[in-house]
């Protein structure tokens, strides 16, 4: 158990902190909870005490909830009687941002202390996080298929600040003062990622089940599906971390809840579960690869299925003109598919995907040797139908035996190989881009280059740890 160090004198956080104890009257043991430096994570929660299952590890009532109801409150405060908001039609992600730019240009209007004091503590850089990173960075970094995930994840970002842009320019000719004002904040592009990134890293979704009365007097609006929640955004993920969340009514109020379904320990790090995601995922959108990821998973893409087919018809002493055909069959075919360390894999669509190129290398293999090389392109496409048949049909539950008694043996011989290809292929992609971050033509920073670099030790780690068994 890594043990943080306490960050003292952080007086927004103790401001925050207080606040929530005095509005949920010892609901949660927020207390119980500090601000802390750990060498894994870098800031997070710490346990001053012990957290015992099924206690609160934060329970925030609705009221205290950021959500795109604050944005019509301070309207409504500026404009009582006006009707329609300029910004209304805006995804509840970008009225979210929209909020953090107007409490970090204008406070003001937002009349919330408590809220202030939750932008206070909102990070002011995403150095870590990809979506910040140029382009050449990018695609220096890593390869086509990950990189291009990446771009577009960042073409999604600036997409949204496209959107964000043409509501304030027709909310120039809005009566509402208030509308008016929102259209005059004239951010540009790097301050509206900036807040994009604090909504995307912090956010939660309402939509988790429900306990207690239904027909609780509600104090917020019920309709929004996100939103921002203090000091809950300070507590990190863990795939491991062992917690539910519940929306209560308690008191009388809805809240929303997190209880722990473990003992936490004094001195140790809280954790919460984001969700069932890979480090990819977690790189990409939050900045940080999490160690022992247990949902971490590895894409077949284009490229690597190609790598595949191409190691395994050198090891097969397949004739290498039917590369791009065996290839293109496979992405036609099936498309895809992850290599992961969940309880269920081989998953069905690994398998699937491993045992169509069995069965076509196989056919393949079994035609070459039985034809002569004048007339194999022909005998080849048609054992490629034939074999594509067979997985139809594999697919479906019909046995495999109906290829016959030579090509099956071909096919379960040739899938060892093919596994092993796959593997070998994993690692021979990993590596050289690892090597790449030492000989950069690019300027890139340490930092930048240290975060990639683990990112691709816990490829590298994925890949020794999956394992695969034939199943006929």
């Known amino acids: 158990m890594e043990r943080g160090k306490v960050i003292k004198n952080d007086l927004s956080f103790e401001q925050l902190r207080a606040a929530l104890n ?31 299952d099924g206690d609160f590890i934060v329970a925030i009532p609705y009221s205290l909830l950021i959500t795109s109801c604050d944005l019509r409150a301070a309207r409504k405060r500026s404009n009582p009687m006006e009707a329609s908001f300029s910004f209304g039609d805006l995804p509840e992600h970008l009225q979210l941002t929209l909020w953090i730019l107007l409490a970090r240009r204008a406070p003001m209007l937002l009349e919330n202390s408590f809220q202030n004091l939750f932008c206070d503590l909102l990070p002011t850089r995403f150095e870590t996080v990809p979506l910040t990173w140029p382009v050449a960075w990018i695609k220096a970094l890593f390869p086509e298929g990950t990189a291009k995930g990446i771009l577009r994840r960042k073409n999604d970002v600036l997409d949204d600040f496209r959107k964000l842009q043409a509501a304030m320019r027709q909310a120039e000719a809005s009566s509402c003062d208030f509308d008016r004002h929102l259209s005059k904040l004239d951010c540009d592009f790097e301050e509206f990622e900036l807040a994009w990134l604090c909504v995307n890293t912090r956010c939660i979704s309402l939509k988790v089940p429900v306990e207690g009365d239904l027909n609780a007097r509600v104090t917020r609006c019920t309709q929004c599906t996100t939103a921002l929640a203090p000091f809950l955004d300070l507590l990190n993920h863990s795939s491991s971390a062992q917690c539910i969340a519940r929306n209560l009514v308690i008191n009388d109020e809805w809240v929303f809840a997190i209880r722990s379904q473990a003992k936490i320990p004094r001195s140790a ?174 300027d890139v920073p340490s930092h930048v280059i240290d975060m990639v670099r683990i990112f691709y030790e816990s490829r590298l780690d994925l890949i020794e740890r999956a394992q695969w068994e034939w199943k006929s």
């Open 22 to 52: 005095a509005r949920i009257d010892g609901l949660a043991p927020f207390l119980s909870l500090t601000l802390a430096s750990f060498s894994s994570t870098g800031r997070g929660l710490m346990a001053t005490q012990d957290i015992d």
């Open 269 to 442: 790090q809280a954790f919460i579960h984001y969700g069932s995601h890979d480090n990819l995922f977690l790189f990409t959108e939050y900045g940080f690869v999490e160690g022992g990821n247990t949902n971490d998973s590895l894409e077949f893409d284009v490229g690597m299925i190609r790598q595949v087919v191409e190691l395994a018809l050198k090891e097969a002493r397949i004739n290498m003109n039917h590369l791009d055909q065996i290839s293109n069959l496979v992405l036609t075919e099936v498309g895809g598919a992850s290599l992961s360390l969940m309880p269920w894999e081989p998953s069905f669509p690994l398998q699937s995907l491993l045992v169509l190129l069995s069965f076509v290398l196989g056919a393949v293999r079994f035609t070459l040797e039985e034809r002569t090389k004048k007339r194999s392109d022909v005998y080849v496409r048609k054992a490629l139908d034939v074999a594509v048949g067979h997985w139809r049909s594999w697919e479906c539950g019909i046995p495999a035996t109906i290829i016959g008694d030579r090509a099956v043996s071909s096919a379960q011989e040739i899938s060892v190989t093919v596994w092993q290809a796959t593997k070998e292929v994993a690692r021979t992609s990993v590596f050289p881009w690892m090597s790449n971050l030492s000989s950069l033509s690019c």
